[in-house]
């Protein structure tokens, strides 16, 4: 199964800013649309935000709407989560993942990058 990568993670206090990246190092993002997903320890999996193959169309979970700001570079096969103002609230796990439409289903996951906010 191809494989994406996330990278960026650490650990910010609140109010901080983090940017994630996504790629795919055996095929090409261009043709698909990316979901950035997140998992608390103890919660289910929730979507955060979907952007689409060509970039032009994003959505955002309700909780990081104004904060969080999804792109894409199809030149260099990446895919961006920009986070600011953020919360504790926000440390999870963070996952891209492809597919072909925002609902699923993804072929194609990465392996987790981990977010921390505390202070």
């Known amino acids: 199964q191809l494989q994406l990568v996330e990278s960026g993670g650490g650990s910010v206090e609140p109010g901080g800013s983090l940017r994630l990246s996504c790629t795919a190092s055996?095929?090409?993002?261009?043709?698909?649309?990316v979901r950035w997903f997140r998992q608390a320890p103890g919660k289910e999996l929730e979507g955060v935000s979907c952007?689409?193959?060509?970039?032009?169309?994003?959505n955002y979970a309700d909780s990081v709407k104004g904060r969080f700001t999804i792109s894409r570079d199809n030149a260099k096969n990446m895919v961006y989560l920009q986070m600011k103002s953020l919360k504790p609230e926000d440390t999870a796990v963070y996952y891209c993942a492809s597919g072909h439409d925002c609902n699923g289903p993804f072929g194609s996951w990465g392996q987790g990058t981990q977010v921390t906010v505390s202070s």
């Open positions: 055996e095929f090409t993002l261009d043709y698909y649309t």
């Open positions: 952007i689409s193959s060509s970039g032009s169309s994003t």
